[in-house]
């Protein structure tokens, strides 16, 4: 399975590198998005308090991440399943998915962290912590939307659908992802957010987890 898991995210980072519209799409969003926001809430005039800076990356990361894993599944065509169904074991397919949407999600987190503090500043004064929530919170939205793009893929590739059955699932990380790094902006100790960062852990590895466990029963539907 390892083998099978290595080749098939191989096979997405080659896929993504020589469609590279997808990607670039996906960063103009995420560039644009931090300049509509300077434009438009007074960050110019200092008007950006900390609290609704870190309120402003999350909402926005979240609907980067929806836009790139989106096409997990429902992008590709319905061939492309079938011949999946016949060479690799769908529990190897699903993680390998979940470790390239991680991967792209983290860096795309990054990204936005980027543009955010060179455009609106960078309050945040435990940019470990901050780091570290970052990674956790971006791999764990990862997984849940990479299982949600399965679903609707087999529901004949319902964005609505999707953007439906997301919101409860990334809910809670979301909401511990805002938390945590409130901790971080504000600079206070890590002993008081170790709670929530294990919280958070435990959600990404449930998630990751059931994902595992259902999709072989999706998969053959």
């Given at each position: 399975m390892g083998k099978e898991i290595l080749v098939l995210v191989a096979k997405e980072l080659k896929s993504e590198w020589r469609l590279k519209y997808a990607l670039n799409g996906i960063i103009l969003y995420?560039?644009?998005?931090?300049?509509?926001?300077?434009?438009?809430?007074?960050?110019?005039?200092?008007?950006?308090?900390?609290?609704?800076?870190?309120?402003?990356?999350?909402?926005?990361?979240?609907?980067?991440a929806l836009s790139a894993v989106a096409k997990s599944f429902m992008g590709e065509p319905k061939g492309l399943h079938y011949y999946y169904y016949m060479t690799v074991a769908p529990g190897a397919?699903?993680?390998a998915k979940m470790a390239y949407n991680a991967l792209l999600t983290v860096l795309l987190a990054l990204l936005g962290y980027t543009v955010f503090g060179l455009i609106l500043g960078n309050p945040v004064q435990d940019q470990g912590l901050f780091l570290l929530n970052l990674f956790l919170g971006a791999s764990g939205l990862a997984f849940a939307l990479t299982m949600v793009s399965a679903i609707a893929a087999k529901a004949g590739s319902?964005?609505?659908?999707?953007?439906?059955?997301?919101?409860?699932?990334?809910?809670?990380?979301?909401?511990?992802?805002?938390?945590?790094?409130?901790?971080?902006?504000?600079?206070?100790?890590?002993?008081?957010?170790?709670?929530?960062?294990?919280?958070?852990?435990?959600?990404?590895?449930?998630?990751?987890?059931?994902?595992?466990?259902?999709?072989p029963y999706l998969w053959r539907s």
């Open positions: 995420v560039v644009s998005a931090v300049f509509v926001t300077y434009l438009s809430v007074g960050a110019q005039q200092g008007n950006l308090n900390p609290p609704t800076w870190n309120a402003l990356y999350w909402v926005i990361m979240l609907f980067s397919l699903i993680l319902n964005a609505t659908l999707m953007a439906i059955l997301s919101f409860p699932v990334v809910l809670p990380i979301l909401l511990m992802c805002i938390r945590v790094s409130k901790h971080a902006v504000d600079g206070l100790d890590f002993s008081v957010s170790v709670d929530k960062l294990l919280t958070l852990m435990a959600l990404n590895a449930i998630v990751a987890a059931t994902a595992y466990i259902l999709f």
